[in-house]
T-cell receptor
């Protein structure tokens, strides 16, 4: 099975500061990669997904961006954080060209914007 | 508009009894469904899936039932154990090859000893 590493696990940032969350995947190649956000008391909202290096699809317009510089690396960024960016961010992976099966999730990154 | 709904935010069940978690969806194109379990401050872990060609899938204590005409699925846990206490998410996709999984808001299950 796949292992997803996310860091940092916890982050407290002031409004207007930049953000970088990193995710790496082990145990598979050519995965589909995803960033989800769980806001307090809400479900998981898909932010971005990627089917390959440099290929990013955005599901929700916002001040966040994603990049995939390597096959098994996925980065979530922001140039200027908003209060509404607070939440629990989850990176997920799924088998790529085989295309089927479940998502494997990382442990999550808790972001608090003050 | 939520495409995947879990109308019970919370559920309490006695240890040893059955837990039934419900999920409804509105998109008739969804045909692959998954259940995830999530503990606080951790990522969700996969429990069980079902595709629309089936109406039931079983794995140990977990059984998922799908009623396509009603656009409804349910997760049964029998017998319930205190370690099952967690938030359960239902997720749906337009196919098992689909890129986008849509998640419900979750149901918090508490199994009382």
């Amino acid at each position: 099975s796949q292992t997803i590493h996310q860091w940092p696990a916890t982050l407290v940032q002031p409004v207007g500061s930049p953000l970088s969350l990193e995710c790496t995947v082990e145990g598979t190649s050519n995965p589909n990669l995803y960033w989800y956000r769980q806001a307090a008391g809400r479900g998981l909202q898909l932010l971005f997904y990627s089917v390959g290096i440099g290929q990013i699809s955005s599901e929700v317009p916002q001040n966040l961006s994603a990049s995939r510089p390597q096959d098994r690396q996925f980065i979530l960024s922001s140039k200027k954080l908003l209060l509404s960016d607070s939440g629990f961010y989850l990176c997920a992976s799924r088998r790529g060209r085989a295309g089927t099966g479940e998502l494997f999730f990382g442990e999550g990154s808790r972001l608090t914007v003050l | 508009d939520q495409q995947v709904k879990q109308n019970s935010p919370s559920l309490s069940v006695q240890e040893g009894r059955i837990s039934i978690l419900n999920c409804d969806y509105t998109n008739s194109m969804f045909d692959y469904f998954l259940w995830y379990k999530k503990y606080p401050a951790e990522g969700p872990t996969f429990l069980i899936s079902i595709s629309s060609i089936k109406d039931k899938n079983e794995d140990g204590r977990f059984t998922v039932f799908l009623n396509k005409s009603a656009k409804h699925l349910s997760l049964h846990i029998v017998p319930s154990q205190p370690g099952d206490s967690a938030v359960y998410f239902c997720a749906a996709s337009e196919s098992s090859y689909g890129q986008n999984f849509v998640f419900g808001p979750g149901t918090r299950l508490s199994v009382l000893p």
